[in-house]
């Protein structure tokens, strides 16, 4: 893999800071690549690009940056969609493909079929594959696991082809994206998943230079891979989903047999405690009723006893 996008903690260079974490800042990237250390990086001509990411992280004003013009509709992301734009002297292509949702009730076979359809519309394979990540929404281990599993049904050598793009620049005023990726364990993850390849856009400026880095970071990617590009075996993704909708969906008919049979044997107890309880109820108030029952016989003869005692009295009077 080449150097360009990782460098030991310590590096050192005359001249230039220290770099924190192993990370290359916006800075240095601004410098541009390393010849020493991408020797085989050619400007490629043809881009092909694909945009993954959840829903409403800013996918497709991504793809209206990158090609420079609005073809792109946000929030009508159901379908995936291809746009072909002349960007400076090459040809980009962008495909544009549904957020995955949040939560997992609401995510679908057709959704995932949809998704994974993006890399049909480019029969030759993508460049790269731009991992969408807003820096105004908090990145948890939720988003974190439910991005590997939507990555993963790809293969594991997507991971070579990916590269973290971070949108809403604007919303980390007070700090750089380097210091707000090292704080948070779920972002620093999946940047090292990627081999340290980020990026940082304004979502808000269409500026072409932030373009023309992230392009840099891409041949710079291809270079590390040899050029080759990403073009998985689709029948053995549509596999993967099938199965992993078949674990959902076992998944599933065990939940709702535990929970049968946990409401089952809690109907079983409840029906235990009232016999048990009513038992206990009759053996109360037979104790009672047997309590009762001496108290009258000894009331009775001590009321005897007193009259005996009484007329007594009355007859030595």
């Given at each position: 893999m080449a150097a360009f996008y990782s460098r030991p903690a310590d590096f050192y260079e005359p001249g230039k800071e220290t770099k924190k974490c192993g990370r290359r800042s916006h800075t240095e990237a601004e410098?541009?690549?390393?010849?020493?250390?991408?020797?085989?990086?050619?400007?490629?001509?043809?881009m092909k690009i694909v945009l993954l990411g959840e829903r409403s992280s800013g996918k497709s004003s991504t793809g209206n940056i990158i090609l420079h013009k609005e073809v792109f509709s946000a929030g009508q992301d159901?379908?995936?969609s291809k746009e072909v734009g002349q960007v400076g002297d090459r040809q980009v292509t962008v495909i544009d493909t549904p957020g995955w949702r949040r939560e997992s009730s609401?995510?679908?076979?057709?959704?995932?079929?949809?998704?994974?359809?993006?890399?049909?519309?480019?029969?030759?394979?993508?460049?790269?594959?731009l991992l969408v990540v807003p820096l105004d929404l908090k990145f948890t281990e939720t988003e974190k696991v439910k991005l590997e599993e939507h990555v993963n049904l790809f293969g594991a050598s997507i991971w070579k082809h990916t590269l973290v793009l971070f949108t809403h620049e604007d919303k980390l005023p007070n700090k750089s994206i380097e210091e707000h990726i090292e704080r948070e364990e779920s972002l620093r993850w999946l940047v090292d998943k990627c081999k340290n390849r980020y990026h940082s856009m304004n979502n808000r400026k269409s500026d072409l230079s932030q373009v023309t880095k992230l392009f840099e970071k891409i041949e710079e990617m291809v270079a590390a891979n040899t050029g080759q590009?990403?073009?998985p075996n689709m029948n053995d993704v549509y596999q993967r989903i099938s199965e992993k909708f078949c674990r959902i969906q076992l998944k599933n008919v065990l939940k709702q047999r535990l929970e049968k049979e946990y409401r089952r044997r809690e109907l079983e107890l409840m029906s235990n405690f009232k016999t048990t309880l009513l038992e206990l109820q009759e053996d109360l108030n037979e104790t009672t009723s047997r309590s009762d029952t001496q108290g009258f016989r000894e009331y009775h003869t001590?009321?005897?006893?007193?009259?005996?005692?009484?007329?007594?009295?009355?007859?030595?009077?």
């Open positions: 410098a541009g690549p390393d010849p020493e250390e991408s020797p085989y990086r050619n400007k490629l001509e043809e159901e379908q995936c609401c995510s679908t076979e057709q959704m995932d079929r949809e998704i994974v359809r993006s890399l049909s519309l480019s029969e030759s394979g993508v460049h790269a594959v590009l990403f073009c001590l009321r005897s006893y007193h009259s005996v005692q009484y007329r007594g009295m009355l007859h030595i009077k």
